[in-house]
């Protein structure tokens, strides 16, 4: 293999790696979007997933088990902005920050103790025969659990959008409460549910940082993935498949940026650790809210309170 | 079978602030029966019916169903006890297809959700109650009529045996209300009952077998259908007779006030709507324009108003271009818009009345607010006497509008619009919805216009409104004027006739 090629593989490699939490992030924002709810608060879910997971992990060494937490963690967070949202109906975006504001200001303090140490981590599984193939084996199969578990997502949650009875609900829930209301469709129940679900998947992007990317805990680790998270759930329409592209284009550029550093590039770093956030901005200028939600089947209804007797 | 009646409701009541929706209602419907509901504006019946599909809950009363006395909390248990309604806005998901809306929220599905045998039933079903729809087609590309049919058929497919029909003919053609009607009569042979609620006396003279009014959220009686006619129905609806079928006023026309030239516009889907058209109106003169829904009549009332791009033509007022000038400066050259949608372009629904009223800032006669002084006190007052004379049902000026109904709503657009002198006034649709005194009493204000010299373009479904207002016809057909007639209804074969296309002189050929 030649230089070019290496260098080529590996920047993909790591690619997968520094798109997986994206992807867990925006997969479980698009769950929580589809019901109507916005939900800013990513960056604290991901946080308190990543100092959930890692205590866990660090205490017992055992990777599921933390997992779970992280995931409960999460969904404790998805369940206080439901109760915001759809029972007390404050604003969202009001309701997100104070989310983002809970989750760091908690995940600062309880990984206070669990700084400088280091604890399990997901280990690389080479899926076999799969992982032989050149070049496409590297880059896509030889990676840990999450990975694998994140790719398995996508398709499976693309088919429950579209293709179940339960998918159906949610999008109808997000696109025309009233009507579904008017069939029995209890759509605050199911709002809660999908900001509870939606903040338990954010998390595990969250503990991929503490438990699979590192093995450690850095107190705001998440270093704004969570407003990346947000800005791709636009871009991606609020589509599975399309979420997949734009986590691994994000994973590609960070990747990118650690690579050229290492070989050693006339570009000063910093410029190169700046080019999520900078292409995060050219993207939201790209795909502003407003034409989005003119087309058709994205959530009509995203930042709208639902109440029965309220006119609209 | 048992002698109970398939729903009673007893003293219902439901407060919301500052009204009372429903005041100690009760009503009784018999299997088989059609039954309509009649009332002015805000008479409560939609409230009621909310209450009855466990939309809303009431403050007291019970409701009975088949004489056992049920509670009903939520549309839920409404489905379960075969109750199903049309409301009064749809209920559709714009992105899912026909047949997916159909079964959206019902339980006897599998986990996948297959739609063939759906689509075949729901086709079985429209043929049967001739409400034809393509089960496949997504509900955001189709009529306003198609998705009426769609909502009927939801009903039908879930088995609902008391049908409730929240002003199901208000956005119907007269082709498409027949089908409606024939549906229902054979709904109502197999056993089922139906609950209708419209403004249009005629058609409930027609379809119904009993009717209920209602007057400021009480009923005030159940009548047979032969006990009744028009004029005793108005009388129970209002309380006064309304004076109906009055002349129009005779106007010297004056100069053109509003000229169209060639003018092309594109709808939203980048399809020409309006093509090539032309048109002019003299002062104290109403136009009036008959068509299909969908043939570019919205276009051009927005593409006049300036809320829509034109693509090539010209639009003139008192001879000057308008092409190039903002919407406020329209507005201050005399241009009023009583828009179809009155809920998303006519009014802020979380603003009050009286903003509602003064949010274009151009009532003649009082002092302007400007960004740093608003005129409060003198603002009130109008407001309070333009309630006053436009008889515009609130609790107070400081409601918010989301909170009136339909009609009301609608007169507080016109309130706005014609209290500021214009001289050239665009009607779409202006009395849709609204009862026959609020309709009248459109019908006056806009007549009182014109004798003001207003020029009016009146865009409207109902042939009878156009022949009521109107000095000249002109039907529309695909963007295009096919031709002109006089406003009487001897003219009404031939205008059917250009309303399918074909054009004034071929008609004259055959
Ligand atoms: N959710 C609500 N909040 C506050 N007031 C309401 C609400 N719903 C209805 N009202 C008020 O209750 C009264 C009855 O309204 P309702 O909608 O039942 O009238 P309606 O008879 O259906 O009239 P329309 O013919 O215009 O549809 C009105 O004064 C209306 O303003
Ligand atoms: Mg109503």
New binding site residues.
């Given amino acids: 293999m030649n230089d070019a090629l290496s260098f080529i593989v590996a920047t993909l490699h790591a690619t997968v790696r520094a798109g997986t939490p994206l992807l867990f992030a925006v997969l479980g924002t698009i769950f929580t979007e589809r019901s109507g709810i916005m939900n800013l608060g990513l960056e604290g879910i991901m946080l308190i997933g990543a100092i959930g997971g890692f205590v866990v992990s660090y205490n017992t060494s055992n990777l599921l088990l933390a997992i779970l937490v992280a995931m409960i963690a999460g969904a404790i967070l998805g369940l206080v902005h439901a109760f915001f949202t759809v029972t007390l109906k404050i604003n969202q975006i009001v309701s997100g920050l104070a989310i983002t504001m809970l989750g760091s200001g908690i995940s600062g303090l309880w990984g206070k103790d669990y700084i400088g140490v280091v604890a399990e981590r997901f280990e690389t599984i080479s899926i076999p025969l799969l992982s032989d193939i050149p070049v496409i084996g590297r880059i896509l199969f030889q990676h840990d659990l999450l990975v694998y578990i994140s790719l398995l997502a996508v398709p499976l949650m693309w088919f429950f959008i579209y293709k179940t009875r339960g998918g159906m609900t949610l999008r109808a829930v997000g696109e025309a409460p009233e009507a579904a209301d008017a069939r029995g469709i209890n759509v605050f129940f199911i709002r809660y549910l999908y900001t509870i679900i939606g903040g338990s998947i954010t998390a595990i992007g969250g503990a991929y940082l503490s438990l699979a990317y590192n093995s450690m805990w850095i107190e705001n680790m998440t270093a704004g993935r969570g407003w990346i998270a947000i800005a791709l759930v636009l871009f991606a329409t609020w589509d599975p498949y399309k979420a997949l592209l734009g986590a691994y284009l994000f994973g590609g550029i960070t990747a990118l940026g650690l690579r050229m550093q290492a070989v050693g590039t006339h570009i000063p770093p910093d410029f190169l650790k700046m080019l999520p956030y900078l292409l995060t901005i050219v993207v939201l200028f790209f795909t502003s809210t407003d034409t989005l939600k003119r087309k058709v089947g994205a959530p009509a209804t995203l930042g709208v309170p639902y109440s029965r007797?309220?006119?609209t | 079978m048992d002698d109970y009646p398939i729903l009673e409701m007893k003293n219902i009541q439901k407060a919301?602030?500052g009204?009372l929706?429903n005041d100690n209602i009760s009503l009784e419907i018999r299997r088989g029966e059609v039954h309509a509901l009649l009332?002015?504006?805000?008479?409560?019946?939609?409230?009621?019916m909310n209450i009855l599909f466990g939309i809303y809950h009431p403050d007291h009363g019970e409701i009975l169903i088949n004489g056992k006395k049920t509670f009903i909390h939520s549309p839920q248990d409404a489905i379960n006890e075969k109750i199903g309604m049309v409301q009064?806005h749809f209920a559709l998901v714009p992105s899912f297809t026909v047949a997916e809306n159909v079964i959206l929220g019902l339980k006897n599905f599998g986990f996948i959700i297959k739609t063939k045998q759906v689509e075949q039933q729901i086709k079985e079903l429209g043929e049967r109650y001739s409400l034809p729809v393509r089960p496949k087609a997504r509900v955001w590309t189709l009529s306003v009529g198609e998705r009426q049919r769609i909502e009927i058929l939801k009903l039908l497919y879930t088995g609902a045996n008391i049908l409730i029909l929240?002003?199901p003919t208000a956005v119907l053609t007269p082709q498409e209300t027949r089908q409606l009607f024939s549906a229902i009569r054979k709904l109502v042979k197999e056993g089922s009952s139906v609950i209708f609620?419209s403004?249009k006396l005629d058609e409930v003279l027609e379809i119904s077998d009993r009717i209920s009014v209602?007057r400021n959220?009480k009923n005030t009686g159940t009548l047979n259908r032969e006990e009744v006619d028009r004029r005793t129905l108005v009388q129970r609806m209002v309380g006064r007779d309304v004076l109906m079928d009055q002349e129009k006023p005779k106007v010297e026309p004056g100069p053109v006030k509003i000229e169209v030239k060639d003018l092309t516009v594109k709808n939203d889907k980048g399809l020409t709507a309006v093509n090539n058209l032309s048109l002019e109106i003299h002062g104290g003169e109403i136009l009036g324009i008959a068509g299909v829904a969908g043939n570019g009549q919205k276009e051009l009332a927005e593409a006049i108003y300036g809320l829509r791009p034109i693509e090539t033509g010209k639009i003139q007022m008192a001879g000057e271009d308008l092409h190039h000038r903002s919407i406020k400066k329209r507005i201050q050259s005399g241009l009023s818009f009583i828009p179809q949608d009155r809920k998303s372009i006519a009014t802020c629904p979380n603003l009050s009345v009286m903003f509602n009223i003064f949010m274009k800032n151009t009532i003649p006669g009082l002092k302007k607010s400007s960004a740093w002084n608003i005129q409060i006190k003198q603002m009130h007052e109008k407001t309070r006497e333009l309630i006053r004379n436009f008889s515009i049902?609130t609790p107070s000026s400081k409601t918010r509008v989301r909170?009136?109904?339909?009609?009301?709503l609608q007169k507080v657009v016109l309130a706005r619009e014609l209290s500021s002198n214009p001289s050239v006034i665009i009607a779409e649709h202006p009395t849709r919805?609204l009862?026959i005194g609020a309709m009248e009493f459109v019908y006056q204000a806009l007549l009182e216009e014109k004798k003001k010299g207003s020029a009016i373009l009146l865009l409207a479904g109902e042939l009878y409104e156009i022949f009521r207002l109107s000095d000249r016809v002109a039907v529309i057909y695909e963007g295009e004027v096919m031709g002109y007639t006089p406003p009487d209804p001897s003219y009404t074969e031939k205008i059917g006739f250009m309303m399918a296309g074909t054009r004034e002189d071929s008609i004259h050929e055959n």
Wanted: aromatic share 6%.
């Fill in positions: 007797e309220d006119r | 919301f602030p009204v929706a009332g002015e504006n805000g008479a409560g019946k939609t409230t009621l009064q929240d002003e609620i403004h209602l959220g049902s909170y009136l109904s339909g009609g009301n919805g009862d």
